[in-house]
Structure formats: structure tokens, C-alpha cells
């Protein structure tokens, strides 16, 4: 893993902690916030020994990896989180586990504002 520093530019290699819950995994979105911290969106499943569908253990879910840890930061379910100021971001939520789109939000201090369906990715200028 690379943990790179926004504002000076400078990076370094290190290892990654674990996310939690093992199982089955998906990284469904994996960026960098503007501190230079390393974010993921992650869903968990666990299978039965005896087969059939998985069980979800974990929805999608924000979480930031924070000296070698990874924490939670939105418990989801989501599909996509950006910042977009010092108190705001962006947020593709409402979907059900397995969904490819979902409904973009503008939140400002915990309060969304609806923006658009059926969104599936979220791109900002960095």
C-alpha cells in the first residue's frame, strides 16, 4: 500500500491492516481522501458449509484506514462516499445489497438532500 500526503505531495509504502469480518469480500470503491488516507467501500458475506446463497455479514460500508487500522466511517448500506468540502459529501445510498445504482444524496452535517436515481459511481476533481 501507498499512504500518500495531499498537501506535501510526499509518500511512503506500508503494510495494509485488514479489513474486518472475513468471508467473502467486495471492494466495491477504494480512494484516497484529501489527507492523503486511504478509504474503501466494503461489503462482506459469509457461505453456509452446507452451500446455497451467502449471508450478508457486513452491507457496503465506508471505511478508512487509520494508522495501519481500518475504521468505520458510514455503516451503509452505500455505494459510493466522497468529500466535497470541510462539511460536506457526497453519497450514493437506498440500494439493496447486490445493487449496481443507487440514490446520489448531498450531505451536510448528517442531513441528505435527494440529487439523483440510479447513479453508480461518483467522480470528483481532486
Do not use: F, K, Q
Amino acid at each position: 500500500m501507498v499512504e500518500a500526503d495531499a498537501a506535501t505531495g510526499a509518500s511512503r509504502t506500508g503494510p495494509v491492516g485488514e479489513l474486518p469480518d472475513g468471508g467473502g469480500s467486495t471492494v466495491r470503491d477504494l480512494w484516497y481522501d484529501p489527507e492523503g488516507r486511504l478509504n474503501a467501500i466494503y461489503a462482506a458475506w459469509a457461505c453456509a458449509a452446507s452451500g446455497g446463497d451467502p449471508t450478508p455479514v457486513r452491507p457496503a460500508s465506508h471505511w478508512r484506514l487509520d494508522g495501519g487500522r481500518w475504521v468505520l466511517v458510514d455503516a451503509g448500506p452505500l455505494l459510493a462516499s466522497r468529500p466535497i468540502g470541510e462539511a460536506a459529501r457526497l453519497v450514493v445510498a437506498g440500494l439493496d445489497e447486490g445493487a449496481r445504482s443507487g440514490t446520489l444524496h448531498v450531505e451536510v452535517d448528517n442531513r441528505r438532500t435527494e440529487v439523483a436515481t440510479e447513479v453508480s459511481a461518483i467522480a470528483v476533481a481532486g
